[in-house]
Structure formats: structure tokens, C-alpha cells
């Protein structure tokens, strides 16, 4: 009985003693609860390292091709086979169409009878032109002879009328009005003497002076009673008589200088030139027909790789275009002998040679080397951008490499608003609507780079190397300033430092001042971080 008792005992004890230290624990770390220190705010520490900054100028930029394959198709031609289509495609190689050009023939043969017949007709210009030099210096030459008999009748002119007014005035006094009664000029006579001073230019005046001049005459030989002979003997010495002499020598002169126009024209290289002139077009229009016949026959294939942006032909048919071939009411051989004879205006008379080739684009392929990116730059940005930057275009979530091929050193006046006016204006920019172009070349652009579509263009303006960067995630900005927060790690404490930065990427910045490689310093700092506060550094 003693026994079992005993076990009892020592049983319960030790259920007591495990309760109490249960309590004791619980107990134990309520109070530790309550007096416990706060848990460290923890960050990302990163080490401050030199690296690169690039710099870029960023805008949309419309997609152009600055050079296509251009494959043009004469009236006349059968399109024999057709392999591709507007959007396809292509490679350097690819065969695009096949023709039959049998009805080109004719065509061919006119441009070429037209091209020897002008050749002819230079080379018979150059022949005449000897002939002609010799009868200008004989025309020279009679020119100047009746130049000076002209100025020697005028003088003598103007000596007789001085003599005959005063032997007018004397006759026409009363005692001394005597009319001739003869018959050695009718009325008759006297109307065609007035016609025939008309027809050589004279005037009103002079048929008057004529006049007077007979009958001064007639009169005078009232006593002498002189033969019609005699009487126009007389005439011939009066100044009417001089002036129908002078209008004949005057109309002999423009004859001559006629003569001589056309002589200089001859004999200079004037009429040569122009025949040269219409020869070497015709044979240039020769050779780019024939040339374009051969093309057609050898069938069209890919220069380049590319993607067809038209196609206005039809498979199984004979081309004919909307286009008038040639120059419409003109005769070839008539404006070659209207050449020749110097008549009307020699650029006008070629402008209606106009090349017969009625030719126009059956396929365009624009190739993917051409195309470009343009866009417009303001004034504040344009210096910034050089030929031969680097940038990246991005279309369709790809991206390619690209080259600034060109910037504008003018601008113009954009017509609207554009994002880059409307961001100058909330800056406190100029809010001119100005702008200057600028194209950025795509390198290896491909079916998401598309004519006429939009992409986005970061052009490289800068680069350095091998200075402090730091990753904008570990500043603050404040008040205008820009602070890090330094780790110390011995001390577990940070130090809140102001630092001048330098130029920016997208995602960095150079520190110019304040920070040295290898220090520590907090990523994403909270704004309820201070300086001299201690933290807990991740990793």
C-alpha cells in the first residue's frame, strides 16, 4: 500500500513541473513581445560603378523607300506570264514577268527612219554651210554699198527741198501763178505716179512734193516746151524724184539684210545645231526604245530584295496605256523643213519632238535597302542630331538597327499641332509650329516595316564611357536637388548626400559629383528614410 502511493506522487510532481514551465515560457515571451527592439527597415544595397551613358532623341517617324525597281512596259507588248502580285514579297532574282514585244517592231523601225533622216539633214547642213559664207560676204559687201548711196541722197534731199520751198513760194505768188495747159501729163499719169510712190512706202507728202515738182516743171518749160522725156529728166533732179529713188534703195536694203539673215543662219552653225540637236534626241530615243524592247524580251526580274508596291498589268493581254504616243498634229519631215528654212523659234519647234515612247510602270518593287524613317526635329533638338548616328526603329514589337542619313538646315511651318510643339509649350519652350526633317536609313527592315505606316525612332546623340553611373531608381529628388543614401556597412547606418548628375539614359544617370566608385548605396529609398538611420541590407 506504501509503495503504490509513492508512484502516485512523483507522477503528479512532474506534471506540475512541466505545467509551470509552460507558463514560465508563455510568460516569458509576453514580455518579450512588449520590450522587444523593431525590426531594421531592409533594402537593396548596389555597388556605384563606372559604365556608358547614351543619350537619345526620340520621335515617329513615317516609313518611305527612297529607291525602287521601276519597270516599265511599251503599248504593244503581250504580257505572256505575270508571277507576282501587289504586297509579295521578293528576292534579287525572282522573275517578275514575261512578254512577247513582236508588235514592237514597226515602232522600233519609225524611230529609227526618223533618226537617220535627221542625221541626214545635219549632215547636209554642214556641207552647205561653205556655200553660204560665200554669198553672206557678197550680200555683206552690196549691204554696205547701198547703206552709203542712202545717206548720200538724203543729204542731197534736204539741200533740193531747201531750194524747191523757196522756188514754191515764188511761183505760187499771183503774178506768177502760171499753170501748164500741156498734155505731157494726163490725170491718169498722175494717179499712177501716186500709186507707185505709195507702193515703194512713200507717204502723203511726198506724192504732194511729186506734184508740186511737175508742176513746177511743166510750167518752167511753157518757154522751153521740153519732150515728156525732158520733163522726166527734170523730175529725176527734184527732191520728190530723189525720194522715190531713196524708198527703192530702201527697199532694196531690208531685201538684202533678208538675204543676209538668212545667209548667217547658213553659214553659221545655227541650223547645224539644231539638226544636231534633233538627231541626238532621236537617237537617244532610239536607243532607250530598243533598249526597253530588249528588257521586255529577256522577261523582268528582281534587282533587289523588296516588296511589290504596284503591279498594272494583266496576264494574257496586250498593254495599252491612257497616254498619247508622241507629239499630237505634227509631221516629223515638216519640222525639219521648217528648221531649215529658219522659220519660228528653235526651242519651240524641238519641244514638239517629244520622245514617241509611250512607256509606263507596269511593276514597282521597292527594295528593302531604300527604305528610311522621316520625321520632324524642332529647333532646340536639331543641333543635337549628325549624320551618321545610330538609331534603333521600332515597328510592330521589333526592332531594327538604323542610321541617320540626313538633317535639314531649313525649316518649315508645320501646318498643326504636333507633339513636339505642344511638349515645348508646356516646358516653357518656344511654341513655334516650326520644324526641320530629318530620315533615319532602316538596316534590314523586313514585312513589319511597312510604306507609309509609323515607327518609333531613339537616335543615339551621345555617348560616354568609363564614368560614375548610378541606375534612377537609387535617387530622390527634392526641392529641386538630387540625393543618394550611402550605406556604411560597418555601422549599418546610412548617410543622406547630395550629388550633381551629368547626362541621362532612359534608365541611368552620370554622377558628376558626390559619389565614388565602390561605395554603397540604397535602391528604391522610401521617403521615410533620413539620414544617419540604420537598415538591414538584403542579400
Given at each position: 500500500m506504501f509503495k503504490k502511493f509513492k508512484k502516485y506522487s512523483t507522477g503528479k510532481k512532474i506534471r506540475v513541473i512541466v505545467l509551470l514551465l509552460v507558463l514560465a515560457g508563455a510568460l516569458g515571451f509576453v514580455v518579450y513581445q512588449f520590450v522587444k527592439p523593431d525590426p531594421l527597415p531592409e533594402y537593396e544595397?548596389?555597388?556605384?560603378?563606372?559604365?556608358?551613358?547614351?543619350?537619345?532623341?526620340?520621335?515617329?517617324?513615317?516609313?518611305?523607300?527612297?529607291d525602287s525597281g521601276?519597270?516599265?512596259?511599251?503599248?504593244?507588248?503581250?504580257?505572256?506570264?505575270?508571277?507576282?502580285?501587289?504586297?509579295?514579297?521578293?528576292?534579287?532574282?525572282?522573275?517578275?514577268?514575261?512578254?512577247?514585244?513582236?508588235?514592237?517592231?514597226?515602232?522600233?523601225?519609225?524611230?529609227?527612219?526618223?533618226?537617220?533622216?535627221?542625221?541626214?539633214?545635219?549632215?547636209?547642213?554642214v556641207s552647205s554651210s561653205n556655200e553660204s559664207s560665200?554669198?553672206?560676204?557678197?550680200?555683206?559687201?552690196?549691204?554696205?554699198?547701198?547703206?552709203?548711196?542712202?545717206?548720200?541722197?538724203?543729204?542731197?534731199?534736204?539741200?533740193?527741198?531747201?531750194?524747191?520751198?523757196?522756188a514754191v513760194t515764188e511761183a505760187t505768188e499771183p503774178e506768177k501763178d502760171v499753170k501748164y495747159e500741156g498734155d505731157a501729163y494726163n490725170p491718169d499719169q498722175i494717179e499712177e505716179l501716186k500709186k507707185q510712190i505709195l507702193d515703194n512706202g512713200g507717204t502723203q507728202e511726198q506724192i504732194d512734193a511729186v506734184i508740186s515738182a511737175l508742176n513746177g516743171a511743166e510750167a518752167a518749160a511753157e518757154a522751153e516746151n521740153p519732150t515728156p522725156e525732158e520733163l522726166a529728166e527734170m523730175l529725176k533732179n527734184t527732191s520728190a524724184g530723189k525720194s522715190l529713188e531713196l524708198l527703192q534703195l530702201q527697199t532694196?536694203?531690208?531685201?538684202?539684210?533678208?538675204?543676209?539673215?538668212?545667209?548667217?543662219?547658213?553659214?553659221?552653225?545655227?541650223?547645224?545645231k539644231a539638226f544636231k540637236a534633233i538627231a541626238d534626241m532621236k537617237e537617244k530615243e532610239y536607243e532607250d526604245l530598243k533598249k526597253a524592247v530588249d528588257a521586255l524580251d529577256k522577261g523582268w526580274f528582281a534587282e533587289g530584295e523588296g516588296i511589290v508596291t504596284k503591279v498594272n498589268i494583266t496576264q494574257g493581254t496586250v498593254y495599252t496605256s491612257d497616254k498619247k504616243e508622241g507629239a499630237a498634229g505634227f509631221d516629223f519631215t515638216?519640222?525639219?523643213?521648217?528648221?531649215?528654212?529658219?522659220?519660228?523659234?528653235?526651242?519651240?519647234?524641238?519641244?514638239?519632238?517629244?520622245?514617241?515612247?509611250?512607256?509606263?510602270?507596269?511593276?514597282?518593287?521597292?527594295?528593302?535597302?531604300?527604305?528610311?524613317?522621316?520625321?520632324?526635329?524642332?529647333?532646340?533638338?536639331?543641333?543635337?542630331?549628325?549624320?551618321?548616328q545610330e538609331a534603333k526603329i521600332t515597328s510592330l514589337d521589333s526592332e531594327?538597327?538604323?542610321?541617320?542619313?540626313?538633317?535639314?538646315?531649313?525649316?518649315t511651318e508645320n501646318t498643326g499641332l504636333d507633339i513636339s510643339s505642344i511638349t515645348s509649350s508646356l516646358t516653357g519652350g518656344s511654341s513655334s509650329s516650326s520644324s526641320a526633317l530629318a530620315k533615319v536609313r532602316i538596316i534590314n527592315p523586313d514585312e513589319k516595316i511597312i510604306i507609309g505606316f509609323d515607327v518609333d525612332i531613339a537616335v543615339n546623340i551621345d555617348k560616354v564611357d568609363n564614368v560614375v553611373v548610378l541606375p534612377v531608381e537609387a535617387l530622390r529628388f527634392e526641392n529641386g536637388k538630387k540625393y543618394v543614401f550611402v550605406f556604411n556597412e560597418k555601422t549599418g547606418q546610412v548617410e543622406k548626400r547630395e550629388v550633381q548628375l551629368g547626362r541621362?539614359?532612359?534608365?541611368?544617370?552620370?554622377?558628376?559629383?558626390?559619389?565614388?566608385?565602390?561605395?554603397?548605396?540604397?535602391?528604391?529609398?522610401?521617403?521615410?528614410?533620413?539620414?544617419?538611420?540604420?537598415?538591414?541590407?538584403?542579400?
Open positions: 544595397i548596389i555597388t556605384v560603378e563606372k559604365g556608358s551613358i547614351n543619350q537619345t532623341y526620340t520621335a515617329t517617324g513615317t516609313v518611305e523607300s527612297t521601276v519597270y516599265t512596259i511599251l503599248d504593244g507588248t503581250e504580257v505572256i506570264s505575270l508571277n507576282v502580285k501587289v504586297g509579295d514579297k521578293v528576292k534579287k532574282g525572282t522573275q517578275l514577268a514575261t512578254f512577247d514585244t513582236s508588235g514592237l517592231a514597226s515602232r522600233l523601225n519609225e524611230v529609227k527612219d526618223e533618226y537617220d533622216e535627221a542625221k541626214s539633214r545635219y549632215n547636209s547642213a560665200k554669198n553672206l560676204k557678197e550680200t555683206n559687201s552690196e549691204i554696205n554699198r547701198v547703206e552709203k548711196e542712202i545717206a548720200s541722197l538724203e543729204k542731197e534731199i534736204k539741200v533740193l527741198r531747201e531750194s524747191e520751198k523757196q532694196q536694203l531690208t531685201s538684202l539684210k533678208t538675204q543676209q539673215s538668212y545667209f548667217e543662219m547658213q553659214s553659221g552653225d545655227t541650223v547645224a515638216e519640222i525639219l523643213n521648217m528648221v531649215a528654212a529658219g522659220q519660228g523659234d528653235i526651242t519651240s519647234l524641238l519641244s514638239q519632238l517629244g520622245s514617241s515612247s509611250a512607256d509606263s510602270i507596269g511593276i514597282q518593287v521597292d527594295y528593302y535597302d531604300s527604305f528610311i524613317a522621316s520625321f520632324n526635329v524642332g529647333k532646340y533638338d536639331l543641333l543635337s542630331l549628325k549624320v551618321g531594327y538597327e538604323g542610321v541617320v542619313e540626313y538633317v535639314s538646315a531649313t525649316a541621362s539614359e532612359d534608365t541611368k544617370y552620370e554622377i558628376a559629383s558626390g559619389l565614388e566608385t565602390g561605395e554603397k548605396v540604397v535602391k528604391n529609398p522610401l521617403s521615410s528614410l533620413t539620414d544617419g538611420a540604420e537598415i538591414s541590407a538584403k542579400g
